[in-house]
T-cell receptor, first 112, second 116 residues
Framework: KNQVEQSPQSLIILEGKNCTLQ??????????LRWYKQDTGRGPVSLTI?????NTKSNGRYTATLDADTKQSSLHITASQLSDSASYIC???????????FGAGTTVTVRA | GAVVSQHPSRVICKSGTSVKIECRSL??????MFWYRQFPKQSLMLMAT?????????EQGVEKDKFLINHASLTLSTLTVTSAHPEDSSFYIC????????????FGEGSWLTVV
């Protein structure tokens, strides 16, 4: 079973609206959690990275939260734009060997 | 700008031939680089971990003789797909870990391989 589960698998939102993506993980021991944006046919680009002690981190219209106790994270996109259409991947790093576990991603489609 | 460069971005090769993909860290030294494979609408699958100056560590199910990895310097890792077949057609992505930036992982832009 994958150690990083993302939901929903995909979603469609109207331009200007907000949305929230979820990431649950079982990776242990925990080092950090990263959110990446991947456009089709491109490499992933880092949005945020959070360690155990960080609860929230923002990058422009992207805000990530982390609850290390429940092992849950969310990525909130505010005032979505057409360029936000992409796959968003949650990646959790294990402490010690820094092994990365990838979620399957959430595909976001923003429509005008 | 990009801190990890992959080349080529797209390549088409004939069945039975070999093709090499390069991954370079531009602004930092990377003792560890990673190679992934990604099928359409699926997540990245780690193929192997490339360690500078030593043999790569392959994930279970990945043929090391088919996917040759060389990490000859602190800024360059190469993936060679040997005797390529159409089923090897995929999107290959590398990443590199920057120890000087809190273990930040930077990804390359990816390489589309089509075997005909």
């Amino acid at each position: 079973k994958n150690q990083v589960e993302q939901s929903p698998q995909s979603l469609i939102i109207l331009e200007g609206k907000n949305c929230t993506l979820q990431c649950n993980y079982t990776v242990s021991p925990f080092s950090n959690l990263r959110w990446y944006k991947q456009d089709t046919g491109r490499g992933p680009v880092s949005l945020t990275i959070m360690t155990f002690s960080e609860n929230t981190k923002s990058n422009g219209r992207y805000t990530a939260t982390l609850d290390a106790d429940t092992k849950q994270s969310s990525l909130h996109i505010t005032a979505s734009q057409l360029s936000d259409s992409a796959s968003y991947i949650c990646v959790v790093s294990r402490s010690g060997d820094y092994k990365l576990s990838f979620g399957a991603g959430t595909t976001v489609t923003v429509r005008a | 700008g990009a801190v990890v460069s992959q080349h080529p971005s797209r390549v088409i090769c004939k069945s039975g031939t070999s093709v090499k993909i390069e991954c370079r860290s531009l602004d930092f030294q990377a003792t560890t680089m990673f190679w992934y494979r990604q099928f359409p609408k699926q997540s990245l699958m780690l193929m192997a971990t490339s360690n500078e100056g030593s043999k790569a560590t392959y994930e279970q199910g990945v043929e090391k003789d088919k996917f040759l990895i060389n990490h000859a310097s602190l800024t360059l890792s190469t993936l060679t797909v040997t005797s390529a077949h159409p089923e090897d057609s995929s999107f290959y992505i590398c990443s590199a870990r920057d120890l000087g930036q809190g273990n930040t992982i930077y990804f390359g832009e990816g390489s589309w391989l089509t075997v005909v």
